[in-house]
Nanobody, 129 residues
């Protein structure tokens, strides 16, 4: 099973950009569908973006589409989330996730986060007005 570790979070102002990284370990990294979820204070964990095993297909929530970009580098066992035009409502703990079976195209479905196999520890992103 792959292990995940997020990094790159921090405190920024509205309109700024931030790039999150998720470093994976394990021999089967490229076999996993991957993605990002976030959880704001007092809210349920919500889908942000996902990417298939090869990186050829990506999916985004309506709230981040056009501002965020998800990518992966299987050779380096790393998942990325480029966040541009950040808004205060983007403030949350961001988690990367991986699953060898559940297709990334379905991760937007409510409750999907309850069935994904592997999670990182999370990294905090704070966006000030």
């Amino acid at each position: 099973q792959v292990q995940l570790a997020e990094s790159g979070g921090g405190s920024v102002q509205a309109g700024d950009s931030l790039r999150l990284s998720c470093a994976g370990s394990g021999r089967t990294f490229s076999r996993y569908e991957m993605g990002w979820f976030r959880q704001a204070p007092g809210k349920e964990r919500e889908f942000v973006a996902s990417i298939n095993w090869s990186g050829g297909s990506t999916y985004y929530s309506d709230s981040v589409k056009g501002r965020f970009t998800v990518a992966r580098n299987n050779a380096e066992n790393t998942l990325y989330l480029q966040m541009n035009s950040l808004k205060p409502e983007d403030t949350a703990i961001y988690y990367c996730a991986a699953d060898p079976n559940r297709g990334s195209s379905t991760w937007y479905i409510t409750g999907a986060n309850n069935y994904l196999e592997v999670w990182g520890q999370g990294t905090l992103v704070t966006v000030s007005s």
